[in-house]
């Protein structure tokens, strides 16, 4: 290799390095996995201040179909948990155990089975910075186990 020549790669590398860098930075997103056992694999998220818009993945490592052990990422206040829950049995399988268009939901992903993923993204600037916020899984009698805490903050 000439001289020349490996002076342009080196150059071309120390612009190409901090994009990628950023690129792998996870700081406004997470990923969530859950199977056929019923618990999140995290149960604590921290969002940082200054991210505005924020991606959560779930990933189901299970073998069980959606109908059977299905799964899905729904955030609210911890005082409307239970009120979503229960009001979501109603609504049913076809639409995520959510009913459609609740206000006391601030977002939630589909619900997947055996070895599906979702991703939602949605705008943090409606959570107030240091409150503590409920995610859980809607599926019945999956949120006593199924749920963490999430905060936006310094």
Do not use: K
């Not at 009120?83 to 076809?94: F, K, N, Q, Y």
């Amino acid at each position: 290799m000439t001289r020349q020549l490996a002076s342009r790669i080196g150059l071309a590398l120390c612009f190409t390095a901090p994009a990628s860098a950023a690129w792998a930075e996870p700081r406004c997103a997470t990923v969530l996995e859950v199977g056929d056992m019923q618990h999140f694999v995290q149960s604590q998220i921290r969002i940082p201040a200054d991210c505005h818009a924020f991606s959560v993945t779930l990933r189901h490592t299970g073998d069980m179909p959606v109908n059977a052990m299905g799964h899905n990422w729904v955030l609210t206040r911890e005082s409307d948990m239970a009120a979503v829950t229960r009001d979501g049995v109603g609504a049913g399988l076809v639409n995520g155990f959510l009913s459609p268009h609740d206000p006391r939901v601030i977002a939630h992903t589909r619900l997947v089975g055996a070895r599906q993923e979702t991703t939602i993204s949605f705008s943090t600037l409606e959570l107030a910075i240091g409150e503590t916020y409920v995610f859980f899984c809607s599926f019945p009698g999956h949120a006593h186990s199924m749920h963490g805490h999430l905060t936006r903050g310094p």
